[in-house]
């Protein structure tokens, strides 16, 4: 869920402006899985704007302050998740420590990053939600831990029932502070894409395994 509706609005819009989100029904992104989309996010380009970067930050801040209150560490998820985590772990006074996909083969063999102690309450900052799956490693690593995760807060979902199935699973708590329906509403009141481009966005959001089909070269 969004906290604030403006809030999200104004998020969407940064987000746009310096393409760390980008629309393109007409030659689609290729994902890491090989699926074709009509949308690709990298929200770390925002880190180069100190203007966003801050309104990002203290958006992150509000809506952990407003959801979950107190926490005793805040965890970032590797790699999107560190920058902005340690910037909240920052603002808060807190502990900051970051999760891997998987532990290193080399070293200590870390999985988590930093001193954390169990039963220690912690808040997941994460950049960008798709299927949730690699989110959620870094939840059941932190509760492999010993730790009370309160939730998950990142800056922008795909909003994929995929997500939310598997968030419910798990039982974890996600707030985001934009989502795909308030992006591609901006989108097209800011004329960043085509009114005509707008069947095409939903249609990929309900099924983006058959619309990545039917758009492969």
């Known amino acids: ?23 393109n029904n007409e030659h689609p992104f290729t994902w890491a899985s090989g699926r074709k989309s009509p949308i690709y996010c990298d929200n770390r380009v925002t ?17 952990i302050a407003g959801t979950w209150g107190d ?8 790699t999107g ?9 920052q603002e808060f006074g807190k ?12 070293g200590l063999a870390n999985q988590i990053e930093g001193e954390i102690r169990e ?9 960008l939600v798709s299927t949730g799956k690699s989110s959620l490693i870094a939840v059941r690593a932190l509760r492999d831990k010993g730790c009370i995760v309160k939730g998950m807060a990142a800056i922008f979902t795909y909003g994929l ?24 509403d901006v989108a097209q009141r800011h004329e960043f894409i085509r009114s005509e481009a707008m069947q095409s966005l939903a249609n990929w959001r309900l099924n983006p395994e058959r619309w990545s089909d039917d758009h492969m070269n």
């Open 1 to 23: 869920m969004i906290i604030n509706q403006d809030y999200a609005a104004k998020t969407a819009e940064y987000l746009l402006t310096v393409k760390a989100v980008k629309l």
């Open 47 to 63: 880190l180069s704007y100190p203007e966003i970067r801050t309104f990002i930050r203290q958006g992150f801040v509000e809506a």
């Open 71 to 78: 926490v005793d560490v805040v965890a970032g998820v590797a």
């Open 81 to 89: 998740g560190i920058a902005q985590g340690a910037l909240v772990a």
């Open 95 to 106: 502990p900051f420590v970051y999760v891997r996909s998987e532990q290193k083969s080399h």
């Open 119 to 127: 039963g220690q309450s912690v808040v997941v900052i994460e950049d």
């Open 161 to 184: 029932q995929v997500a939310a199935d598997n968030f419910a699973a798990e039982g974890v708590e996600l707030v985001t502070l934009t989502d795909y329906d308030t992006l591609i």
